[in-house]
């Protein structure tokens, strides 16, 4: 492709709506995408779950009660470790290899927990205190929202 083709391509895009273009021709493929549009796809991802929570505590105020007592029964039990973002939870590094902790296993600050997979990306999840791990509270595999807890830790 040659760049005044490529050049008038890239006019278009800025000068339209469009955010992302893709062209394969026979010589490769070119792929335009606008500045400000990876900028807006996290905040809408953020708010989502914000909404879903808030949905069901206006529909029945009565089950909002109940989660609040059963999330305070853990953190009276010992401190918990948080999730960090929103995404899926993995106990182990790959799928054959052990998990980086099991319930009664002694950590140190720092010490990874977890992986926590957030839009393509495996983000290692480590301990922010030292202590013994008596409760792991989300299953492998699982999608997990900004600050739930996943483990219970002593």
Not at 28 to 50: S, W
Not at 77 to 86: K, L, Q, Y
Not at 132 to 137: E, G, M, P
């Amino acid at each position: 492709m040659d760049l005044r083709k490529l050049k008038t391509l890239i006019d278009l895009v800025s000068e339209s709506n469009v955010t992302e273009l893709e062209i394969t021709e026979a010589e490769g493929k070119v792929r335009i995408v606008k500045g400000g549009a990876p900028v807006l796809v996290p905040a809408p991802v953020a708010a989502a779950p914000a909404l879903t929570a808030i949905a069901p505590a206006a529909s029945a105020p009565q089950q909002e009660a109940a989660p609040p007592a059963t999330a305070a029964a853990p953190a009276a039990a010992g401190a918990s470790i948080t999730a960090p973002m929103v995404g899926t939870f993995y106990r182990a590094p790959n799928p054959s290899a052990d998990a980086f902790v099991e319930v009664g296993t002694q950590v140190k600050e720092g010490q990874i927990v977890c992986i926590i997979e957030a839009m393509k990306i495996l983000n290692e999840i480590e301990a922010d205190r030292s202590g013994t791990i008596k409760q792991i509270l989300v299953e492998n595999g699982q999608a997990v929202e900004y600050g739930q807890p996943l483990f219970i830790i002593e």
